[in-house]
Structures are given as structure tokens and as C-alpha cells.
């Protein structure tokens, strides 16, 4: 997804042909603390979300023994409010929501990632952008 998301965003988001949506996946302790991370960006900016995503993927390396301070100084470094951030760190209804979005999934049998969901179309793995582009133009033309 980091390979094609950019293509996709400057060309058919930014156009609004198309809407991004992150659905979590929760396989790990650390996945969950990093999902809530990003929900909590997104709390303060829909662009902070987007933001702390990029800071997470680009930074797993740090996550494995992740502990709240780290995300704290990911929000710190992207200018975020630290102290909203810390609160709903604990705060349990954005573990739900991210739970909740988990189990969606799943009962959509969306099982690999990456995984889209083309306006019900499941495409799973790594897929070229044009081939998402060839999808998007042949639906936006009905």
C-alpha cells in the first residue's frame, strides 16, 4: 500500500474520484497501541491521522517494545497537542471503535494485508496502481 497509496491519493483522491478509508487490523500488543496512536491523531486533525500512519509504518522498527512515551513523542514531533493525545490514549471507547472496526473486517473475510475494498470488490496483496487505476476508471464510467 505505501507504494501506491501516494499515486492513488494525488491522482484520484485529490481529484475526488475516490475516498481513502484505513480499516485496522489487529494482529499484536503493539498493533493495537499503534492504532490508537493514529486514531488519537485523527482526533485532533483527519490529517494528523494520516500523518501518524506514515510515522508508524515508516518507524516500526521502534515499535516492538513500544510503550506510550514513544507515541508521545511521534505526536510531539508532528506538532500534536500531547496532552489530548496522552488522554485518549486511555481513553477505552477508541480501543472500541478500532475493535469494533477489527471485527468488520473480519466478517467481510477480509483476511490479508494489504486488503481494499473497491465498492464491495475485495482486492488482496500488493497490487500495481494501474491496475487500481484501470478498476476506478472502468467503475467511475458506469
Not at 472500541?96 to 466478517?107: L, S, V
Amino acid at each position: 500500500m505505501l507504494r501506491v497509496e501516494p499515486e492513488i491519493v494525488q491522482k484520484n483522491v485529490a481529484a475526488g474520484q475516490v475516498q481513502l478509508v484505513f480499516w485496522h487490523v489487529l494482529d499484536h500488543r503493539q498493533s493495537a497501541q499503534a492504532h490508537q496512536a493514529a486514531e488519537c491523531a485523527g482526533q485532533q486533525s483527519p490529517l494528523a491521522f494520516w500523518r501518524m500512519h506514515d510515522t508508524l509504518f515508516e518507524r516500526q522498527g521502534e515499535l516492538w517494545s513500544l510503550e506510550n512515551a514513544t507515541l508521545v513523542a511521534f505526536a510531539r514531533e508532528l506538532g500534536l497537542d500531547t496532552a489530548a493525545f496522552e488522554s485518549c490514549l486511555s481513553d477505552q471507547s477508541v480501543m472500541d471503535k478500532i475493535a469494533r472496526m477489527d471485527q468488520e473486517r473480519r466478517a467481510a473475510g477480509i483476511r490479508l494485508r494489504p486488503s481494499f475494498d473497491v465498492n464491495g470488490q475485495i482486492i488482496q496483496g500488493a497490487v500495481p496502481y494501474d491496475s487500481f487505476a484501470q478498476l476506478f476508471d472502468r467503475l467511475l464510467a458506469q
